[in-house]
Structure formats: structure tokens, C-alpha cells
């Protein structure tokens, strides 16, 4: 189906990270008309190869980020509140290792960490034994104390679509496979060229968000033909995925000889994400790959602390993602601020540029974005979408276990129960939508495994912007990890025969 593109629009904004989607629905949601244009798939990059984790960075201590910890540390609270379906809350255990970091400097870390933002709903932090249950299974004897706080995971790449989803429902044209050309300034507005599957047109903006990611510095330059002296330092961070690695429903974060913490994370029931690297990185942002190199150091940090190594072959997939970090003069890339800085340029028809930033504060970005851009749209509305359930995040007044345990499962009792809570955490209460009138199993057509359906892809595809099986194995589903290369295949030639 075609979509109608307008010729002018108060606000473009580039980019279809959780950055440039934040933007977009904050927004439309204050009354403003606004086309987003992504160059690929919405998350396509950085925003769907994170961590997956929505935190305050206890890291960041350490570098007097207070600011930045705080902000994150609240938007926790927010987001488990808007999204219950795709954040959910963690308990994160750290060992002790006297060598690398004393006691009391990790309790006074924590102290913060549980009083630097307002926490109503996660538990704060304690001390631990690592040699009873639950937390001594797969650990080396010798770790015997350990800490206990709280952070939250997150679908990042589901947390892309859902704020999407609400930008469009709020107005917002949202365009994949839609790169801008070329921009400039013109009888008091930006005249821009862009080229997507519909061809080349032509718009006119009022003002311009560029929340290009890695591209941000050449899009400012190159595509608006804006000249900037802020630089953007890029950071490669790789994370492997291997078959668990211990019981238990808790996450570790592991002190590194490096002065460096990396994650072990419970992933897709049967697995243990391990991340991230901070690797200074030079190529192409569009295709980073986790190193040999980086999958090495990530498997020896593990077995640190595991009682039977992790090792590189063990790897069932690897992914890498570029962070667009503030080139803030550090020459330590994991020094470098997290934080994110927000230029605007032109004084009557304005572009702001997103230089930096993270998934866990996108949303205070995209308000903090709006009020820089309110001077140009005196109209607008003020800030709103720190109440607004995301689109399946209302999930009848039940937190999200009670939901798909009572609610979808009375509504739909033929439902397999994985697929059911598959079904809820991608989709919250618009699981409703994914199966509509069907009566079972056998209604929900062709079954590729792993839980994944025809009709759940014809979903993605009408309702998600979905194209390719990447998109659909990878980033709308996670299917991809447990099907096999041909089940994977199958899903490419469904997908091309659904697309064409």
C-alpha cells in the first residue's frame, strides 16, 4: 500500500534509531506534523545491538557522570511503568574482587546507585553470599561474596517499533528505506531531496532533527551542507550469545582486570549474553563485526569467574553495534561520556543534531530535543510521554505475568504456552491484534519453528515495516537464534513472495 507523503512538514527528522522514533513520537504527540526517513530498517544499527538493558550505567560512577546516572536511574522507573512488556526488571549480581575494587567503595557505589534516582518499584541494593543458593551455581568456589542490585532489561529493537508504532498513530510518516539526499535552507525553510522505494521527491521542513546515529557528523555536513566543529568518536561494542552458562534468573556484572565491567545476561531461555567491548572503530558504521579478538576477551572475563571456561567456540552468534559517542577529548574509549549533547544550528530555520546519547534515556532526549526546538513551534503542546503507555504497554491493569499467565491465556486457552509469552513480550496487549479471530493453531498458518508463524510475519510486515528476514529473525522476533539455516531460509522465500 502506498503512503502519502506531504509535501511539508513542520519537523524531519533522520534517522530511525530509538533516538530519531523518540523524536518523531514526542513530536506528533504535541501536535506537530512530522516524516521520519530511515535509510534501512528501523534499529537497524545501534539501536538493536546493545546490551539489552535499560540501566542507570553503575560504571558511570566512577567518571562523576551524577547527572547522567540520575537521569538514567528515573528512567527506569518510567519506562517499566509505559512499557511493562518489553522492560522488565533484573536483579544484577557483582562478586567481590578485593584486587580490582574495595568493599567500601563498592556499598558507597550502590548507596548512590539506590538513592541518586527516584525509585518506587525496584528493591535497592544488599550484600551476598556467592557460595549458597541461588547464586553459587556456576561460579568458581572462590567467589564467596558477592552485591545484589537492580537494573532492568529491555527488547531494544521492539522498543524501537513500539515508539514507531505511537509516532504514526500520532500522525507521524514514518519512512523505511528512505535516505535524504541532500538538504538546504530556502525561502525560510529546508527544501529536502530524498530517495526511497517510491521514487525521489522533494519536501519542505520547518526545522530538522538529525538523529542519524554514527552518520550524524555526515549528514550535518555532507547532506545539509552544514559545516560543525563538534566531532562524534565512534566505539565499537560486541557481544556473543552462547548456551547457558549457569542457573538462575539473575545477571552478573563482572569486574575486568581492565578497570572495564562485562555483562552475563539470561537471553531467550536457553542462553547467556555476554558484552560489550569498547573498541575504537574507523569503518563503515552500516557493517561492524565482533572480532576474533573481541570474542576472546569476552570469553576470558567470563571465565574469570565461571567454574568451567567459556570458550570462543562455544559462540552461537555474535553481533557487534557501533556507539556515536561525544568526542569529548578522552582517549580512553570507555572513559568517553555517555551522555549526550544536543546542537542546534541556523538561527530561523534550524537543524538539531543528536550527538550521542543512550537507550536508556531516549525518551528524556527526545523531550530535552523538543523544548530546544520550541521557540521555532510556539503551537506546540508541552511534554507528555512520560504517563502515555507505549502501544501494548496497557495491559488491563495486570503487571505483565498476570496478563499473559490470566488474561491472554483465558482469551486464548488453545495458546502453546511459549508462544503465548513470546507473543505478550513482543507485543504486549497488541498481541491481540497478531491473532485476531483465530480459533487455533492450525489458524495461524504456516509454522517455520521456533513459535513463529505465518501470521504473526504477515503481522510484521503490514503493521511493522518489516522486509526482509532480517528484520523479522533478528530484530522484530529473535527467532533467528533457535531456527535452523533452513528454517531461517524458508522464512527469506515467505518473506520475498509476501514482500514482492
Not at 130 to 154: N, W
Request: charged share 25%; hydrophobic share 40%; net charge positive.
Amino acid at each position: 500500500m502506498a503512503i502519502r507523503i506531504p509535501s511539508q512538514v513542520d519537523l524531519l527528522v533522520i534517522g530511525g534509531g530509538i533516538n530519531g522514533v523518540g523524536i518523531a513520537r514526542d513530536a506528533a504527540g504535541r501536535g506537530l506534523s512530522v516524516l521520519l526517513v530511515e535509510k534501512d530498517d528501523l534499529g537497524a544499527h545501534t539501536s538493536s545491538a546493545s546490551s539489552k538493558l535499560i540501566h542507570g550505567g553503575l560504571r558511570y560512577l566512577e567518571h562523576y557522570e551524577f547527572r547522567l546516572v540520575a537521569e538514567a536511574l528515573e528512567e527506569r522507573e518510567v519506562l517499566l511503568r509505559i512499557a511493562p512488556h518489553l522492560v522488565w526488571p533484573a536483579r544484577f549480581i557483582m562478586p567481590h574482587v578485593p584486587q580490582l575494587r574495595p568493599r567500601w567503595m563498592i556499598r558507597l557505589g550502590l548507596f548512590f546507585y539506590d538513592h541518586l534516582g527516584r525509585r518506587t518499584t525496584l528493591p535497592g541494593s544488599r550484600a551476598v553470599r556467592l557460595d549458597r543458593m541461588p547464586f553459587h551455581a556456576g561460579l568458581k568456589p572462590e567467589f564467596r561474596h558477592g552485591f545484589e542490585y537492580s537494573d532492568c532489561r529491555v527488547d531494544d529493537a521492539r522498543l524501537v517499533i513500539a515508539n514507531a508504532l505511537d509516532a504514526r498513530a500520532r500522525g507521524a510518516i514514518v519512512l523505511t528505506r528512505t535516505e535524504c539526499v541532500t538538504a538546504r535552507r530556502e525561502g525560510g525553510a529546508w527544501r529536502v531531496a530524498l530517495r526511497g522505494p517510491q521514487g525521489e521527491r522533494t519536501i519542505v521542513a520547518r526545522a530538522i532533527a538529525n538523529a542519524a546515529g554514527p552518520w550524524v557528523k555526515q549528514v550535518l555536513n555532507e547532506k545539509l551542507g552544514q559545516p560543525s566543529g563538534d566531532a562524534v568518536r565512534l566505539v565499537k561494542g560486541s557481544h556473543v550469545v552462547v548456551p547457558t552458562l549457569y542457573e538462575g534468573a539473575h545477571a552478573f556484572i563482572l569486574q575486568n582486570d581492565d578497570r572495564r565491567v562485562v555483562f552475563m545476561i539470561p537471553y531467550e531461555a536457553r542462553f547467556t549474553l555476554v558484552g560489550t567491548t569498547d573498541v575504537p572503530f574507523d569503518g563503515d558504521p552500516g557493517r561492524p563485526e565482533a572480532s576474533e579478538e573481541e570474542v576472546a576477551y569476552l570469553c576470558r572475563a567470563a571465565s574469570r569467574y565461571l567454574a568451567r571456561p567459556l570458550e570462543p567456540n562455544a559462540v552461537r552468534w555474535r553481533y557487534a553495534g557501533v556507539r556515536p559517542l561525544y568526542d569529548d577529548g578522552s582517549s580512553d574509549p570507555s572513559s568517553i561520556t555517555r551522555d549526550y549533547t544536543l546542537r542546534v544550528d541556523g538561527e530561523s530555520v534550524p537543524v538539531l543534531s543528536v550527538f550521542g546519547g543512550k537507550i536508556t534515556t531516549y525518551r528524556r532526549l527526545a523531550e530535552q530535543v523538543l523544548a530546544r526546538l520550541a521557540p521555532w513551534f510556539p503551537q506546540m503542546r508541552g511534554a507528555w510521554t512520560g504517563t502515555a503507555a507505549l502501544p501494548g504497554g496497557d495491559l488491563r491493569g495486570a503487571d505483565f505475568e498476570s496478563f499473559a499467565g490470566i488474561h491472554l491465556r483465558s482469551d486464548f486457552p488453545w495458546l502453546p504456552e511459549p508462544l503465548r509469552h513470546a507473543l505478550a513480550r513482543r507485543h504486549g496487549r497488541l498481541a491481540y491484534d497478531v491473532l485476531g479471530q483465530s480459533a487455533s493453531v492450525s489458524d495461524l498458518g504456516e509454522e517455520f519453528g521456533a513459535g513463529l508463524y505465518a501470521r504473526e510475519i504477515d503481522y510484521l510486515v503490514e503493521r511493522e515495516w518489516a522486509r526482509t528476514a532480517e528484520d523479522v529473525l533478528w530484530r522484530r522476533t529473535k527467532a533467528g537464534l533457535h531456527l535452523a539455516a533452513g528454517q531461517r531460509e524458508a522464512v527469506a522465500r515467505y518473506l520475498a513472495q509476501r514482500v514482492s
